[in-house]
Structures are given as C-alpha cells and as structure tokens.
Nanobody, 124 residues
C-alpha cells in the first residue's frame, strides 16, 4: 500500500506559478512511475504529466507542454509539478498517482494508488 499526499495548491493569478508536491509513504518509491492528473468542474479527469522511476523520461499533455515540469526526488519520496504561465483553464483538482511499474504511463487505469487531490484555482 502506498499513501500519497499532495500539497502546494492554491489561488493564483493568470500568468503566475505554483509548485505542487506529492509525498509518498513507501521507501520503495523509486520503484514506481508517477503521474499527475487533474479534474476540472464538470469534466472528466485528464492526464497532465508522468515521470519514470529515475526521472530520465517524462511525458506531458499537449495543453501543458512547455509550461509544466514534472520531477522527482527519490531520496525524499516526493514528486513535483512545477506549473508556470498558469491559465484560468488550468483550474482543477490536481491528483498525483503511483504506478506499480518503473515505466511512465498516461492512462488513469495504469495507476494503482492515488492521492486525495489539491485544488488549483487560476483567476483571470
């Protein structure tokens, strides 16, 4: 069992930045690929970014490419999502997820463990 706790969400103006963190409970954190997903009001949850076990491979949704950066620190059992140039359409609850595999993936069903989510609100 892996527990994931997100933090760093909040209210920011358009064009601003936030950094989300996701702390994992397991010491074997380095064995998991990690992902970030988001769900806006009235919409389905969607993929945002993913990273493999070592951090050497990353994937992004087209909507965030060039603005968001996913990274991880295995020594701290933490994955990050740096979000720059935020837009009102980035407003959503952001979830981190852990995959029982070292290879990153972009589908929800590829992930086994999920955090509770953190709210990001971008005002125009």
């Amino acid at each position: 069992q892996v527990q994931l706790v997100e933090s760093g969400g909040g209210l920011v103006q358009a064009g601003g930045s936030l950094r989300l963190s996701c702390a994992a409970s397991r010491r074997t954190f380095s064995g998991y690929a990690m992902g970030w997903f988001r769900q806006a009001p009235g919409k389905e949850r969607e993929f945002v970014a993913a990273i493999n076990w070592s951090g050497s491979s990353t994937y992004y949704a087209d909507s965030v490419k060039g603005r968001f950066t996913i990274s991880r620190d295995n020594a701290k059992n933490t994955v990050y999502l740096q979000m720059n140039s935020l837009k009102p359409e980035d407003t959503a609850v952001y979830y981190c997820a852990a995959r029982l595999n070292t290879i990153a993936a972009t589908r929800e069903n590829d992930y086994t463990y999920w955090g509770q989510g953190t709210q990001v609100t971008v005002s125009s």
